[in-house]
């Protein structure tokens, strides 16, 4: 007998606006018995019906609604699913790489599909999702024919889904690494090594917002990994980029991705972000214009304090490397790390640094990252321009 999950009362009020996750203490009841992953309907505690989804008893999310009428989970819901998914990235304009499903936004929680070229890279991160992998990569082929499809679920997450880490080619054969083209611009992307699913698709739409405060200007991109923003500088005109990353790996990426556009003005340095700030204050050395695109200092929210001591003490070394009128260019991917508690840590910096600031743009994630009004979590990525006057 498939599950049914009873809330207690008045807690359906959220879920009922569109919020897809159901926590485990949030249930009154459970009636019926199935395997863990399978199907399950939530009710509110009078006996409404809210939904259906993949349930879960390993993890604090107990389930994940995606299906709000009498819908069944087959080929078909999934393929209708993904092509009005993919449909919405078209209309955009989107066509060589984008992220083509975004879990909970495109109403598939848990489940990542982005487009590389002729590749797809996949994502599973829950139970349920994972135990419809076999139709879910139908669908895909069905739909697009790709010349092969790469799994990158070695991301944590999945360990409270009580599931394993795994990677790999799940279908063709083909170079794992891959050449995309990126606003105008030629990238390899790394789908075995690379960051995430291979390169960080949401940023794309900001990087190419960069150009305007690179051109004629000395540059410095912090925690380049790829050398995305790198390239973006470097198009736009600037005099002379340096690309900042402690690993030796993301700098051999960014002079592969500099070579594939014939740009001769991006130059690699290796170290720790925090000391080489320093070791250039202490040098007297400046900037015109500065990007901080670190990775997420908090993944809880018990670390959101720490987190905002890093994030601060960082934005301090760079707004006193920026020269006067330049430019500071500040990201966040930490979802716990809200808007106003980063444009607070902003202002906390520009303070402490003695410098005056004014904001010049405030960003999110790209078009292909879209975020629901009613799911938080997704609307997670933060981008300032600062001028240093």
Known sequence: MPYNVYLKKNEEKRIVAGH???YANEVAKIEGKDKNGSLATVYDF????????YINHLSKILVRIFIRDNSEPNL???????????????????KNCYRMVFGESDNLPALIVDKYADVLCVQFLSLGIEKNKDVIIQALIEL????????R?????RQKEGLEERKGIIYGNFDTKVIIEENGLKMQVDLQNGQKTGYFLDQKENRYALRRYCKDKEVLDCFCNSGGFSLNAAVAGAKQVTALDISAQALSDVATNARLNGLDNVRTMQGDVFEKLRNFKKDGKTFDTIVLDPPAFCKSASEVKNAYKGYKDINILAMKLVRSGGFLISSSCSHYMTFPLFQNMLTDAARESGKKVRIVEIRTQSSDHPSMLSTDESLYLKFFVLQIL
């Open 46 to 53: 009078n006996g409404r019906y809210i939904g259906k989804g």
């Open 20 to 22: 897809p996750w159901v």
């Open 153 to 157: 679920s070695d991301v944590a997450v």
């Open 144 to 151: 697009f024919q790709p010349k092969g499809i790469y799994e």
């Open 76 to 94: 078909q819901f999934y393929k209708d699913a993904i092509s009005k998914a993919n449909n919405y990235r078209l209309a955009l304009g989107l």
